[in-house]
């Protein structure tokens, strides 16, 4: 049975994944962009890194020490970092709900720093596949 710390994580990325896709469809024209679907997905998203997530990244739940996760002993060991790199997420997702619901060019003036937040900590952090 996987660990259940691991399991709410992935879950958490699921989401923020499928809210993403939506925001990023749209902002590429590859879906009709619609104000109140994006405005949704952009409050889901700031919503998602505003909870407190503590509980989900356990020490011993590294892919070195677990099988089924991809997140980096690193993580665990630079704290510091990741929570800066939290708050720079928050600053991001604060930034689209405040944009994706407005017009389209805003939309896809906030994707760059929400998709350099997100990537900042997967580089750093996750084992590629």
Known sequence: MPNPAVKARQSLMTLFAFNLGTLGAM????????????????NNLMALSHLDLAALWPEGTDADSIDGTRALPDLWA????????????????????????????????A?????????????AYRASE
């Open 78 to 109: 630079n704290f510091p970092d990741v929570t800066t790199k939290i708050a720079a997420l928050q600053t991001a997702t604060t930034a689209m709900a405040d944009a994706a619901g407005t017009d389209l060019a805003g939309l896809q003036g």
């Open 27 to 42: 902002a590429q024209g590859n879906m009709e962009y619609d104000a109140t679907a994006a405005g949704a997905a952009a």
């Open 111 to 123: 994707m760059g720093p929400l998709g350099a937040a997100c990537g900042a900590c997967h580089q």
